[in-house]
């Protein structure tokens, strides 16, 4: 059995490095992110910008969805106006990432979300944010560290008996780079980790039919100095595996394939 497919999902940005195609639009995501997949023992694949009839064909040829981090989602899909404190929008890629989400949780993918892929997930699922951590009723410490995106600036309060804390014995904090956070918590999904001030750090499925888990920080970029953040690249490859074993036992049956 081949290493598992992990679908990540991409931005759009214009390229201004290089002298070559300077200033074209192109498909991004960090390569933290796909480095942390290839660790873990998956195969990273980027979701390029596409054409949303694509959503369901990209989600049959993976086996793990990973969200990744980006723009801030258009409050429009949760239903409320643009604040002033809004940051920068990306609507093609919030259609892009609800269909592919829509389509791999009719699937029932594993899926991983990382800061926005936590937000669009809760989104998703009838959620909402807060479109600025000022709008919070209670003062909160700063989330968008100066620190390197490296180091941990806060701890977390875990909450016991769930997948999350099973999974990240031996964390000693993590680093903070969001403006915003979940408000209203989806009925489908529990929080599971949160800062002292009461922000939602992490996030699971409390929807059996639902292979999510989502945090609120960037463990991709804390690995190389605390590898126990590599726990949530090796759960979801863990995760992607067994669905890959499915769907192959699942086209022996019907003698797609013979082994
Ligand atoms: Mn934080």
């Known amino acids: 059995m081949n290493k598992p497919l992990i679908g990540i999902t991409s931005g759009e940005n214009k390229l201004f490095e290089t002298t070559d195609f300077n200033g074209s639009p192109i498909s991004y995501t960090l390569t933290n992110v796909t480095d942390a997949v290839i660790k873990a023992g998956g195969i990273p694949v980027i979701i390029p910008v596409h054409d949303v009839s694509l959503s369901q064909a990209y989600i049959e040829t ?10 801030d989602v258009v409050p429009y899909y949760y239903s409320e106006d643009q604040s002033d404190k809004l940051g920068k929008t990306d609507a093609k890629r919030d259609i892009r990432e609800l269909a592919l989400v829509d389509a791999a949780i009719k699937q029932q993918l594993p899926l991983l979300g990382i800061c926005r892929g936590l937000q669009i997930m809760n989104v998703y699922l009838g959620g909402t944010l807060y479109q600025d951590l000022s709008y919070m009723p209670n003062q909160t410490f700063a989330h968008d560290q100066i620190a390197k995106e490296q180091e941990i600036v806060h701890d977390l309060k ?37 800062s002292s001030d009461g922000v939602v750090e992490a996030a699971e499925s409390s929807n059996k039919e639902i292979d999510f888990i989502g945090v609120q920080y960037h463990p991709e970029s804390l690995i190389d100095h605390f590898p126990e953040h590599l726990v949530l690249f090796t759960d979801l490859v863990k995760r992607a595996t067994k669905k890959r074993q499915e769907k192959y036992n699942t086209l022996i049956q019907q003698n797609v394939y013979t082994k």
């Open 158 to 194: 875990i909450a016991p008996n769930s997948r999350y804390a099973k999974l990240t014995t031996g964390y000693k904090g993590v680093n903070s780079i969001h403006h915003q956070a979940i408000h209203k918590l989806s009925k489908h999904l529990k929080k599971v980790a949160w």
């Open 62 to 71: 993976i086996d793990g969805l990973l969200l990744a981090g980006g723009a």
